[in-house]
C-alpha cells in the first residue's frame, strides 16, 4: 500500500508505518499504513482489514499502548505493533 500522503518532508511526521498484518491462520492478508503529524494527536490510517479484507481510511485518537484499530466492516479488534519513529 502506497503512502496516501506526501512525505518529501519526513520531519514533519511523528509516526509513519506501514506493516503487513496477519491474520488468524497467521497468513499476512492485511496491511496498514499508519502517520500521525507533528503537533496533532490524530493518527491517520489506511487499513486494509487481514479478516475480511475490505479497505478503510479513517483517523483515531490513541490513548495508550498497545494500539488498536477496530474494522469497521467485521468489527475486529486490529493491533497495530510498534509504530516505528523515523
Ligand atoms: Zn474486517
Same mark, same amino acid.
Given at each position: 500500500?502506497?503512502?496516501?500522503?506526501?512525505? *518529501?518532508?519526513?520531519?514533519? !511526521?511523528? $509516526?509513519?508505518?506501514?506493516?503487513k498484518l496477519?491474520n #488468524?491462520?497467521? /497468513?499476512k492478508s492485511g496491511e496498514v499504513?499508519?502517520?500521525?503529524? *507533528?503537533?496533532?494527536?490524530? !493518527?491517520? $490510517?489506511?487499513?486494509k482489514c487481514p479478516?475480511?479484507? #475490505?479497505?478503510? /481510511?479513517?483517523?483515531?485518537?490513541?490513548?495508550?499502548?498497545?494500539?488498536?484499530?477496530?474494522?469497521?466492516?467485521?468489527?475486529?479488534?486490529?493491533?497495530?505493533?510498534?509504530?516505528?519513529?523515523?
Amino acid at each position: 500500500m502506497k503512502l496516501p500522503v506526501d512525505i *518529501k518532508d519526513i520531519k514533519d !511526521f511523528a $509516526y509513519i508505518t506501514n506493516r503487513k498484518l496477519p491474520n #488468524e491462520q497467521g /497468513e499476512k492478508s492485511g496491511e496498514v499504513v499508519m502517520w500521525r503529524r *507533528k503537533g496533532e494527536d490524530e !493518527f491517520n $490510517y489506511k487499513l486494509k482489514c487481514p479478516h475480511c479484507g #475490505e479497505e478503510q /481510511e479513517s483517523s483515531v485518537v490513541f490513548k495508550k499502548r498497545p494500539y488498536r484499530v477496530k474494522c469497521s466492516n467485521c468489527g475486529k479488534s486490529i493491533m497495530v505493533e510498534k509504530l516505528s519513529k523515523k
